[in-house]
């Protein structure tokens, strides 16, 4: 064991010691992931039975919701919290177990043979699930999955009860003033119910207080999250009308004129760094490397607070700030007993501090130290970690899609019907595998720690780690710029993987019927023409001329079975534009016939070459489709013959349908 | 070991199938209540009605008083009377209405065979008709339903539906006979 970083410091000349970092990454990267693949097949069963129960909780405060959500919507948060809280128990109840099995709990009694045990009130469940669901929840919801939460629910809400009732759209606070006064209340009190079930938890240790306070948490941060969010919104918008934000952009317009006389647009050039930042760079940091790293620092607390400060006492750092939890009426009496006067107004004060702000000392305080002490694991593991999780995520990104693929495009009540059992892939499967990952992690990061006291008393004469490092700095940052790439590249694999469409295409050639979700189409031979002429109704009328090119694409549409849902469009595509139809752009269809009709589009000459149809289903709700794409085959040369023979040409069109039965 | 005793993490680790049984099982259950529960929610049953009854459903009453076909409808500002699709005829109905709660969609479609329903469909604004195709704001009235139908099947026509969302069920409301 020991410290790696130290060994490397003195090895050798800088483009080594990057390329040996490179491939001490990836050998424990390569470790970390043997060592959890190891794990998990000892533990799968417990593990998968443990996400089964978390998914189960998921699904059916879900279901509940969608029946009584619309009747009762105060209903809905605490629903939803129960859910949420029940997926998190799970997962903590899951580090816990592989955190015994790997002994955590050995290795530190053996290293630190006088440090206290825990008293416990750090060991139950409980207590565990009180301390960690704020922090839990809180990472949670900064990457996006409360928002992937509450949108499911819409939709799934939205399958079920039809498209006009947006279940949230109860909570919106701003609904009417009842709403926002009944909002604020509702905050206010659970902030204060939540404190008082602490501290009742706290007093009597009765389990039942314990669940409820973090049940009454996940209310608050979800109500927060769902309603509270739009009352800040409001008041940044408030702001945003007065006087001085108007100033501000007053200033700022100017500051733009002033630049203009070096011909830089500041405003163009902050926009373009601005979007380049916020489109590529940050969603790879956030997502891909921040996010790995803040579930560590969760799992660090769910092996306990007395864990982390023994660790961190172990990296010879800072004393850690937080006490143990429960201790603290200790604190305050510490604090009230040295202060020398103690004034009533002063105890008052400090009681009301200790009511307010303890939460700091408890729960920020110790998610805090773990954070920085995973951060001072050494880059290596580090990486390495990195590396493995952000692996995990492609493997699963990359199921997902193959999951999609197999089923095929689907009608979106399809997907709203077994989006229960999709979602097993990700929060059973893939969980139990990154609770694992997170358990052999901080175990690894722990053990590191252990060889580096361990390694720094035996050592004669050790040098302080300090001075060391500082002759290292280049190197340092050599190393660090590497793994930084390395990861980077890891990372944005996965958000280009996210990003991948949300339909399967399927070609077809003009005239050819191709099979789309449940219907029969095909797209005959377009015809070309500078001027409109509608046959209609009666007689023909002349509609429109046009510089550019009418085309009329006839499109065939047969339903045998039964009618599915949705429309069919036609989009003509070349690239990055499309032209929408100009008249009947939908087709219904009916069941036992072909549907023909003739649909228009007005198309830039310049993108006749290559130009492709886009057949696609539209309803209100979609999942992924099918798509069927004709290409009309316009090459160069074809291109500029139509646009020759169109010229000034009348082309007289239909706008109705006609049908007739299949066969 | 701590002096309280195996935790439950401990005890967990030890014993490798029970939780995930019962994990199973409890998993099954919930699969087979979703899936009839979902089937159920969104497919709609058709329930045919007594002629000429009335029908409530969630703040509105309605029932059908008389329909007929109609090849044109008259009634447009420049006399010329609205004709259908080729190959279609229209179906005006007249329904009886009474609002109880204000917002409550009155009129309905039509259902045609088995599941077929045709939606009412929009008129050119500004034509003048006896009876009026809106609903009242509150209390009784007479609205106008027109649909078009195609002309081969206008013996398949069934009725009038009035879908309550609660229960699925979709009331098919016919004229007194």
């Known amino acids: 064991m020991g410290s790696s970083v130290g060994d490397l410091g003195r090895r050798g000349p800088r483009v080594r010691s990057d390329m040996t970092t490179v491939s001490s990454m990836l050998s424990e990267a390569v470790r970390l992931a043997a060592r959890s693949g190891q794990l998990w097949w000892r533990l ?43 997926m998190l128990a799970a997962t903590v109840i899951g580090l816990r177990m592989v955190a015994t099995q790997l002994g955590v709990r050995e290795l530190v009694r053996a290293a630190e043979p006088d440090a206290e045990d825990d ?96 049940f009454v948490e996940a209310c608050f941060l979800l109500l927060f999250l769902l309603s509270g969010f739009r009352l800040v919104e409001q008041a940044n918008l408030w702001l945003s009308d007065r006087r001085l934000m108007s100033w501000w952009d007053a200033a700022i317009a100017d500051l733009a004129a002033g630049f203009s006389v070096f ?131 492609l493997s699963f990104e990359v199921l997902d899609m193959a999951v999609y693929n197999v089923i095929g495009g689907q009608s979106g009540d399809v ?18 595998l990154r609770v694992v990952l997170l358990a052999v992690a901080f175990t690894r990061a722990l053990s590191l720690f252990a060889g580096q006291a361990a ?29 930084l790439l390395l990861c980077l590249g890891l990372a944005g694999a996965t958000v280009g993987i996210q990003q991948v469409e949300d339909s399967r295409r399927l070609s077809a050639g003009v005239g050819e019927r191709a099979e789309l979700m449940g219907r029969q189409v095909s797209v005959g031979e377009p015809r070309y023409g500078q001027v409109l002429v509608d046959i209609g109704y009666s007689e023909p009328t002349e509609l429109d001329t046009t510089p550019l090119v009418f ?92 646009v020759a023979e169109a010229a000034g040409r009348e082309l007289t069109v239909s ?4 049908t007739r039965p299949i066969r | 070991m701590s002096a309280a005793g195996p935790t439950l993490a401990e005890r967990l680790a030890r014993q490798r199938w029970p939780l995930l049984v019962v994990a199973l099982c409890l998993c099954t259950v919930f699969s087979v209540g979703w899936l009839r529960y979902f089937e159920r929610a969104t497919s709609i049953t058709y329930v045919p009605t007594a002629p000429g009854a009335w029908v409530e459903v969630e703040g509105l009453r309605q029932r059908v008083v008389e329909w007929y076909l109609a090849d044109s409808l008259s009634g447009s500002d420049d006399g010329v009377p609205v004709t259908p699709e080729p190959g279609k005829v229209f179906l005006v109905a007249h329904l009886e209405v009474e609002t109880l709660l204000p917002d409550a969609y009155c009129g309905g479609s039509v259902l045609l065979g088995e599941d077929e329903q045709l939606t009412a469909d929009l008129l050119p604004s500004g034509l003048e008709r006896p009876v009026p195709d809106d609903c009242p704001e509150s209390g009784p009235g007479l609205t106008e339903l027109v649909v078009e139908v195609p002309r081969t099947r206008t013996d398949a026509i069934k009725g009038v539906t009035m879908n309550d969302p609660e229960t699925g069920v979709a009331w098919v409301l016919r004229p007194p006979a």
Not at chain 1, 55 to 77: D, E, F, K, M, N
Not at chain 1, 421 to 430: A, N
């Open chain 1, 263 to 393: 011909r830089i647009d500041l405003p163009d050039v902050l926009v373009a760094v601005g979007t380049f930042f916020g489109e590529v760079v940050w969603p790879v940091f956030w997502n891909g490397l921040t996010e790995p790293i803040a579930w560590l620092a969760m799992a660090a607390l769910v092996f306990g607070a007395k864990v982390v400060s023994v660790a961190d006492l172990w990296r010879k750092g800072e004393p850690l700030a937080a006490q143990l939890p429960g201790a603290r009426q200790t604190r305050l009496a510490r604090r009230l007993g040295t202060s020398g006067s103690s004034s009533r107004l002063r105890t008052v004060a400090l009681q009301a501090q200790e009511v307010f702000l303890g939460d700091i000392d408890d729960k920020y305080l110790p998610t805090w130290q773990s954070l920085r002490l995973v951060l001072r694991a050494g880059i290596v593991f580090l990486g390495g970690y990195v590396i493995v999780s952000s692996v995990l995520s």
């Open chain 1, 119 to 214: 008293d416990e009130r750090d060991t139950s469940l409980t207590s565990l699930l009180v301390l960690t669901l704020l922090p839990f929840l809180a990472v949670y919801a900064a990457f996006g999955y409360v928002d992937d939460l509450a949108t499911a629910l819409v939709v799934r809400n939205a399958a079920v009860r039809g498209p006009f009732e947006n279940i949230l759209v109860g909570l919106n606070p701003l609904n009417s003033r009842t709403a926002t006064i009944v909002t604020i209340g509702a905050l206010v009190g659970l902030y204060v119910l939540r404190r008082v079930l602490d501290t009742l938890h706290d007093r009597t240790r009765i389990r039942v207080f314990g669940l409820l306070t973090a």
């Open chain 1, 455 to 483: 390694g720094a008393e035996q050592l004669p004469g050790a040098q302080p780690a300090g001075p060391r490092r500082a002759a290292g700095w280049r190197g340092q940052l050599g190393q660090a710029a590497v793994v």
């Open chain 1, 44 to 86: 799968w069963p417990q593990l998968i039975g443990l996400m089964l129960l978390g998914w189960l909780a998921y699904q059916v405060s879900t279901w509940v919701t969608v029946t009584q959500g619309i009747a009762r919507p105060y209903l809905v948060v605490p629903l939803f919290a129960t859910g949420l809280v029940g």
């Open chain 1, 415 to 432: 997907w709203a019907r077994i989006d229960p059992f999709l979602d097993l892939v990700d929060r059973v499967l893939h969980q139990s």
């Open chain 1, 655 to 658: 706008s109705q349908s006609t």
């Open chain 1, 551 to 642: 085309i009329a694409l006839p499109v065939d549409l047969a339903i045998e079975g039964e009618k599915p849902v949705g429309n069919l469009t036609v989009t003509l595509v070349n690239g990055d534009r499309s032209y929408p139809a100009m008249t009947n752009e939908l087709l219904p269809g009916e069941s036992g016939v072909v549907s023909s009709i003739e649909m228009v589009y007005e198309v830039d000459p310049a993108d006749l070459d290559g130009l492709q149809a886009e057949l696609e289903v539209g309803a209100f709700i979609t999942g992924f489709s099918d798509v069927v794409v004709v290409d009309l085959g316009l090459d160069r040369a074809a291109a500029e013959r139509v």
